[in-house]
Each structure stands twice: as C-alpha cells, then as structure tokens.
C-alpha cells in the first residue's frame, strides 16, 4: 500500500512538473537561449504587420529597402521613460546606417537580457502601442481621409508570433524577431478603393500566392517576403 502511495506521489509530480513546463514552455525556452546566448551579442527586432484581405486576397506593399513585397506594418517606437530599463538592459540602438531610425526597438543587447527584454516588452510600458501612425503613412497614396480611418478603421489583434533564434548573415549576429500580428477592416467602399489601386506600389495577392513567396506581375516573377505567411 505504502508503495503504491509513493508511486502514485512520484506520478502525480512528474505529470505537474510536465504540465508546468507545457504550459511555461515559452518562457522555458526563452530562458534557455538566454543561458546559451549569456554573454552573445543579440539583435532584437519588434514590430507589427498588419493583415488586410478583401475577396480573399491580401494586400502587400512594395519594400522600401528590399526589393520584394511585404505586409503593411512597422517596427514599435521607444519613448523617453524607457531610457533608464534600456540602460540597466544594455540595450543599445542599432547603427543608423542599416534599417535604424530613432526611437526604433531594434536593439542589440547581450543574451542575458533576453528574457528581462521580452517580458519588459509584453508589459507594453514605455513604448508605443497604437499601431495607426504607420498604417496611416503605408496607405497615403491612396488618399484615405482622416474621417475613413477615424470612422470605418477596424483593428483588431491577432496573435503574436516570436521568430527562433538565428544567426543574421545580413546583422553577422543571433537575431531575436517578434511580429504582433493586426487584422484591419475598413468599410466596403474604402476596401474598394484601396483593392482597385493601380500601380506599382501595392500588389493585392492570394493565400497560394503567400506560400510560394512569389507572384507574377506581367511577365515577371515578384518576390514575396518571409513574414507574409503571418498574416494568412
């Protein structure tokens, strides 16, 4: 009886010990780059993208700085009040002369902050969390009023997705990358508009077309970037 007492208590822990890493599992991994990575440079990467789909097709934007298309969407801004949690982190902004611009949460830090990093992150202090300033900049072209957006603008988060760990050839550095991923919604009549756009600018494409990473436009294949697939 004291045996099968002993075995059902070494069962019941192990089975919580399992269900408390499941569900830490995040966390669990998290801490472990972290241990890994301890005293590694690593580039930290925070943004968001947004899905717009009309008819089953999503709209892609024209890279500014690679040639391909890609979702509509932005890195989040820092502001001052993050200064002090920056410095303790020894976070530091990247060199202006890659895709840095002020304020920029792309920030190289050591592995051992990883964890501390992203749970700051998710508290969302100190940093933006309205994510229309770029929505607003990436569809000036086709003239939106202020009242469309104030007035028929939907949106609404989806989920985030949290990149592994790799190695940047393009950075020579690890690279953590986190993408909150938003759906937008806008009036028929705006979704027309946008949808009927001609040009170059902005390319509207189908699920299939996202998997493939590509898409014909004329006679020419047109790269799709790698963050597309989360926004399907």
């Known amino acids: ?15 919580w010990i399992i269900s408390c890493v499941y569900h830490n599992r995040r966390s669990v991994r998290i801490w472990c780059q972290s241990i890994i990575r301890w005293n590694k440079p690593i580039r930290i990467s925070c943004a968001y993208l947004f899905q717009l789909k009309y008819n089953n097709k999503y709209l892609l934007i024209k890279g500014s700085r690679i040639e391909q298309y890609q979702p509509l969407g932005g890195v989040y801004k820092y502001y001052n009040s993050f200064n002090g949690t920056k410095e303790k982190m020894e976070l530091k902004d990247e060199a202006e002369n890659r895709f840095y611009e002020l304020g920029d949460l792309r920030q190289i830090t050591k592995g051992k902050h990883l964890r501390k990093f992203i749970q700051w992150f998710d508290t969302n202090k100190n940093r933006e969390v309205m994510v229309m300033r770029e929505l607003v900049e990436e569809l000036k072209p086709i003239s939106i009023s202020f009242d469309e957006f104030i007035n ?76 597309a697939k989360y926004i399907v």
């Open 1 to 15: 009886m004291i045996k099968d007492i002993f075995i059902n208590l070494v069962s019941s822990g192990v089975t």
């Open 152 to 227: 028929n603008l939907e949106i609404e988060y989806l989920k985030t997705e949290m990149e592994p760990i790799k190695f940047s050839q393009h950075f020579k550095m690890d690279e953590q990358k986190i993408f909150n991923i938003y759906a937008v919604r806008f009036s028929e009549e705006t979704l027309e508009k946008i949808f009927s756009y001609k040009g170059d600018k902005y390319c509207f494409v189908e699920a299939e077309d996202i998997d493939k990473l590509c898409f014909m436009k004329g006679e020419l294949s047109r790269r799709i970037s790698e963050t």
